[in-house]
């Protein structure tokens, strides 16, 4: 695991965004796998901003990390929405080459199997943005996730329904539910860029870069990635050792 400790998060928005410019332009026709979330939108201004300036997504295809389900369709905050308002419609990615989970789907594990079928259609995740949870979070794979787990329906806890609802307009309407990538899925990546800012987010990050490898701090598995990149500022770095 490569950690990188950077001065502030427009430093780790452009760090991540010049990881996905090196791939996009080495292979036009990348596969990115999006997170939601805080996290990565540095990341997706950056990436905005170098689109203006030419960088070219029309041949690249894009996958959500998750999904809320029982959201409607066009939900604001429904990832799929927000995917589409923070990056995919501010560059030149093709509308039909960017997927999520479907949270509305009657048959859940068949929208889940037909998710994990897409990502292997299109050849695998070059690069994975990610976020993590206070709880060690990454996707919705909350602690005693498995580390072979494929995409599926999970239970938010409490602390990440809490966390997510700053995003609505009361705790009540934040879903109970979600389909995430599992982080067997997560891991299946060629690499993987983590981001994590503010002191809320230290100890979860000591824990995953430092603990043991355990399913009570699901993000800890990325010590067996084999191309994991860590990008913090100070005060999420402040409990490693
Ligand atoms: C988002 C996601 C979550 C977030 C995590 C951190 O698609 O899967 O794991 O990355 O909850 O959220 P922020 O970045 O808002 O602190």
């Keep these: 695991m490569e950690i990188v400790i950077l001065g502030g998060i427009r430093q780790i928005g452009r760090l991540a965004a010049d990881a996905i410019e090196h791939l996009v332009r080495r292979k036009p026709d990348a596969v990115l796998g999006l997170a939601t979330g805080s996290s990565p939108l540095p990341v997706y201004d950056e990436l905005a901003a170098r689109h203006e300036r030419g960088l070219d997504f029309s041949r690249a295809s894009a996958f ?12 604001p905050e429904s990832y799929r ?4 308002r923070e990056f995919t419609d501010r560059v030149n990615i093709a509308p ?3 997927h999520g989970p479907d949270g509305t789907a009657t048959d859940i594990p068949a929208a889940c199997e037909s998710f994990e079928q897409a990502i292997a259609a299109a050849g695998g995740v070059d690069l994975q943005l990610l976020g993590v949870g206070t709880d060690g979070h990454i996707g919705f794979n909350e602690p005693g996730s498995s580390f072979a787990s494929r995409t599926r329906i999970k239970s938010l806890i409490e602390q990440t329904r809490r966390d997510n609802a700053r995003f609505f307009t ?11 990538q599992g982080l067997g899925t997560i891991m299946a990546a ?4 983590l981001l994590a800012t503010g002191a809320q987010k230290a100890q979860a990050v000591r824990d995953f870069v430092e603990g ?8 800890s598995v990325l010590q067996f990635h084999p191309h994991a990149t860590v990008l913090l500022d100070e005060a999420a770095a402040s409990a490693l050792k």
Excluded: Q
């Excluded at 959500?64 to 939900?75: F, I, K, Q």
């Excluded at 929405?81 to 589409?84: G, M, N, S």
């Design 170 to 180: 009361s705790l009540a309407e934040v879903p109970h539910h979600v389909i995430t």
């Design 64 to 75: 959500a990390l998750d999904e809320y389900v029982g959201l409607p369709a066009g939900h």
């Design 212 to 219: 043991p490898v355990a399913a009570i701090c699901p993000a």
């Design 81 to 84: 929405e927000v995917i589409r």
């Design 96 to 98: 039909e080459n960017v």
């Design 190 to 193: 060629r690499h993987v860029v």
